[in-house]
């Protein structure tokens, strides 16, 4: 939902969802910024029953997730960040992690907001964040998509 082409969702009101947030603890300045956006959606939103979830890394992003969504949530947004480095590491944890978070929609009909940041480098992160000097909210996007895919398929 970022840079040219992307829409303009209005925020849904989901009084009485249950969210789980659950974040990665590595980059927090980062990390800790996409919380704070998804925090500030929810409120937006109405809901008030919403669980933040930290786990080590990206990669056991699709776990937690997991068990956040058999356990009763509504809605899980799932956020972290993975810089690019000098070897294939960002590859296969971008890859797992992006698959996993899917599969985890997919099985279990949870929507899983994905706020999962795959940068080249830091300054990119940072425009991600939420920060007061960046350019995007992934933390906030992330948590509206999941709520606004709630709300659509609870219309079904």
């Known amino acids: 939902?970022?840079?040219?082409?992307?829409?303009?969702?209005?925020?849904p009101r989901v009084d009485g969802a249950r969210v789980?947030?659950?974040?990665?603890?590595?980059?927090?300045?980062?990390?800790?910024?996409?919380v704070a956006g998804a925090i500030r959606a929810l409120d937006e939103s109405g809901v008030t029953d919403y669980t933040v979830?930290?786990?080590?890394?990206?990669?056991?992003?699709?776990?937690?997730?997991?068990?956040?969504?058999?356990?009763?949530?509504?809605?899980?947004?799932a956020l972290?960040?993975?810089i690019?480095?000098?070897t294939p590491h960002f590859e296969y944890v971008c890859q797992a992690a992006t698959d996993g978070l899917m599969q985890v929609g997919l099985s279990t009909g949870v929507p899983v907001g994905f706020g999962?940041?795959?940068?080249?480098?830091?300054?990119?992160?940072?425009?991600?964040?939420?920060?007061?000097d960046s350019r995007e909210d992934k933390g906030y996007e992330s948590t509206q998509a999941a709520l606004s895919t709630l709300v659509a398929i609870k219309g079904l």
């Open 84 to 86: 690019r480095g000098d």
């Open 116 to 132: 999962l940041l795959t940068c080249d480098n830091d300054p990119q992160a940072l425009d991600r964040a939420g920060l007061p």
């Open 1 to 11: 939902m970022s840079g040219s082409g992307a829409p303009s969702i209005e925020m």
């Open 53 to 77: 979830i930290r786990v080590p890394g990206s990669f056991e992003l699709p776990v937690a997730a997991l068990h956040a969504a058999k356990s009763g949530y509504d809605a899980v947004v």
């Open 80 to 82: 972290g960040v993975v």
């Open 20 to 34: 789980a947030v659950v974040a990665a603890q590595w980059h927090p300045k980062v990390t800790d910024a996409l």
